[in-house]
């Protein structure tokens, strides 16, 4: 079937702004068609504005957006950077589905042992009993932060009266008002976003993190887990598997980038640009579990994270190369991405992993000042 001609160049500017190094999902296509069509539109600066927003534009490649823009709509042409070459970063789903967003191949080490293998691999996980987990398991529930939310529920004490059942109780006791009763918000489990590095530089973290992601998804309701490297893999159809053998043994398998090279801001460009993943972020704590020796340039990897902590209700950045505790970064992405975290913590094993989560501490514990750095 072939798309209606008065589309055409709808759908010619996203693969123009995908053959331009913009992670445009498959998604954000369809919504852009949706909003073009519910705009009107009334000029052609509608559907400018309808791209920038469905197509999630960074504010630093506004410039490159337009450029692209005045090339499809208006026949105007655009420099292709010299040298540059595609590639894709592929956003996998764990059932089979698959979206891709393309982007530019930059073979520069931000991190001294960043890692250059790009050799597809999976890797079997093996299962083990841990006090860590055990402990996480049990208290999980209780520990992990939580948001109030608009309903509300009936309380001993609370921020506000509640007339209709103190009434009625008052009515049963010939308008005699023996006690008052209240009601104060409901609260529930904020969601938490798990992303798992798993390059070849974090061979001998990946796997306990992910048997971390298996225990976080059984143990709370809002919780989703992913994993990054040079794709963006999502892990929660898997995890929610009950049994931990099979969950690890679907996951290893749908992760097909194990060990390989390390592409953290595409991979986070990528997150951000499927709608429904960035849905998920709203709000939530974000944790990443990764060592930051990006591959890439280390502005890329600053803009993902900067827009995400724009989105979240906190951002956790967990290196396992570190003391359990307030990490200095070393490594150039890591400096680039600090101001934008609200924890940057060390964590070398399991047990300082579920330590920090279970310890949620609300105040900021990235280093800052010039001395840190």
Do not use: C
């Not at 445009?24 to 069509?37: K, R, W, Y």
């Not at 939530?284 to 060592?291: E, G, L, Q």
């Amino acid at each position: 079937m072939t798309a209606p001609k008065e589309i055409g160049p709808l759908l010619a500017f996203a693969t123009a702004l995908r053959r331009a190094a913009f992670p445009v999902a498959p998604d954000q296509t369809i919504g852009f068609l949706q909003a073009v069509e519910l705009l009107g539109p009334r000029g052609i600066e509608d559907i400018r504005q309808a791209g920038l927003a469905l197509f999630a534009i960074p504010p630093q490649r506004v410039a490159e957006y337009d450029a692209v823009f005045r090339a499809v709509f208006f026949g105007q042409t655009i420099a292709a950077p010299a040298g540059t070459t595609e590639d894709d970063t592929d956003v996998m789903e764990v059932t089979g589905a698959e979206d891709q967003a393309e982007i530019a191949d930059d073979t520069r080490e931000s991190g001294p042992e960043a890692s250059r293998s790009d050799a597809e691999g999976t890797r079997l996980i093996g299962v083990s009993e841990d006090a860590a987990l055990a402990r996480f398991s049990a208290e999980a529930r209780t520990r992990l932060p939580r948001r109030k939310v608009i309903r509300r529920e009936k309380a001993r004490s609370g921020d506000r009266l509640d007339l209709r059942r103190s009434m009625r109780s008052a009515a049963r006791f010939d308008g005699d008002v023996t006690s008052l009763t209240y009601r104060r918000r409901k609260s529930r489990q904020r969601r938490i976003v798990f992303l798992i590095d798993v390059s070849g530089s974090m061979q001998d973290h990946s796997a306990p993190a992910l048997r971390m992601a298996h225990k976080l998804v059984q143990s709370v309701d809002h919780a989703e887990a992913f994993s990054i490297g040079t794709r963006l893999t999502r892990l929660t159809p898997a995890l929610k598997l009950k049994a931990e053998g099979a969950a690890l043994a679907r996951a290893s398998t749908a992760i097909t980038d194990f060990d390989r090279g390390t592409r953290l801001g595409d991979a986070l460009w990528a997150y951000l640009g499927v709608p429904r993943y960035a849905s998920l972020a709203r709000g939530a704590w974000v944790v990443v579990f990764s060592d930051g020796l990006e591959r890439d340039r280390p502005e890329r990897l600053e803009a993902a994270t900067d827009r995400l902590a724009r989105m979240a209700w906190r951002v956790t950045w967990l290196t396992p190369l570190g003391a359990p505790g307030r990490f200095n970064p070393e490594t150039e992405g890591l400096k680039a991405i600090a101001p934008h975290l609200d924890a940057l913590e060390g964590a070398p094993d399991l047990a300082a992993l579920t330590a920090h989560l279970l310890t949620y501490r609300p105040g900021p514990t990235v280093p800052t000042g010039p001395s840190q750095f």
